[in-house]
């Protein structure tokens, strides 16, 4: 197997079919629609190729966000999947790997590895801790946006791992955009 990083805005015509079946068939239940996204481009991807099929992704989003009124720089998982035949293998693994690797090699403009989940035992397994916060983001549905959220959400896990000297706090987190 073999893993590629690529800038979004570099993703061929082909590569974006393979991703779109990727991704329909990992989240049945979210409407792709001929997308390679759910509610928003990522800025990178980590591709998992084996030959040349593309058996696994991970979408990069980096964005700052407000912690308890301080900012801090994110880099962000997005829709982390691995065709259902090849699960097992430790292809997620190695996608997060390279995710922290990437990071860990420009850690002055990153202070947080941030996940949104509603499955923590594999992030947990890779040193991703839980985080309680009150959130704000932009509610976006099928290129509509619909205001401003604010809550406490309970059916989904926030995680976090700090890659700089900045320390976690819950608390209130502005995500500066959309929900990933």
């Given at each position: 197997?073999?893993?590629?990083?690529?800038?979004?805005?570099?993703?061929?015509?082909?590569?974006?079919?393979?991703?779109?079946?990727?991704?329909?068939?990992?989240?049945?239940?979210?409407?792709?629609?001929?997308?390679?996204?759910?509610k928003?481009?990522?800025?990178?991807?980590?591709?998992?190729?084996?030959?040349?099929?593309?058996?696994?992704?991970?979408?990069?989003?980096?964005?700052?966000?407000?912690?308890?009124?301080?900012?801090?720089k994110?880099?962000?998982?997005?829709?982390?999947?691995?065709?259902?035949?090849?699960?097992?293998?430790?292809?997620?693994?190695?996608?997060?790997?390279?995710?922290?690797?990437?990071?860990?090699?420009?850690?002055?403009?990153i202070?947080?590895?941030?996940?949104?989940?509603?499955?923590?035992?594999?992030?947990?397994?890779?040193?991703?801790?839980?985080?309680?916060?009150?959130?704000?983001?932009?509610?976006?549905d099928?290129?509509?946006?619909?205001?401003?959220?604010?809550?406490?959400?309970?059916?989904?896990?926030?995680?976090?791992?700090?890659?700089?000297?900045?320390?976690?706090?819950?608390?209130?987190l502005?995500?500066?955009?959309?929900?990933?």
């Amino acid at each position: 197997m073999k893993l590629g990083f690529i800038n979004e805005f570099e993703i061929d015509e082909k590569m974006a079919k393979n991703l779109h079946q990727l991704l329909q068939s990992c989240f049945p239940e979210a409407e792709y629609r001929q997308r390679i996204y759910f509610k928003q481009l990522p800025h990178y991807r980590i591709l998992a190729l084996e030959g040349k099929k593309l058996v696994g992704q991970l979408g990069i989003d980096y964005r700052v966000m407000n912690l308890n009124g301080e900012a801090v720089k994110v880099f962000g998982v997005v829709d982390l999947c691995v065709l259902e035949n090849e699960r097992g293998k430790g292809i997620g693994k190695k996608l997060m790997q390279e995710f922290e690797a990437i990071a860990k090699r420009n850690n002055d403009g990153i202070d947080f590895l941030f996940l949104v989940t509603d499955d923590a035992g594999f992030y947990e397994h890779l040193g991703y801790e839980k985080t309680k916060l009150t959130t704000t983001w932009l509610k976006i549905d099928q290129h509509n946006n619909y205001g401003q959220g604010t809550e406490m959400i309970d059916d989904a896990f926030f995680m976090v791992k700090a890659v700089s000297d900045k320390v976690w706090q819950d608390g209130n987190l502005d995500m500066l955009g959309y929900m990933y």
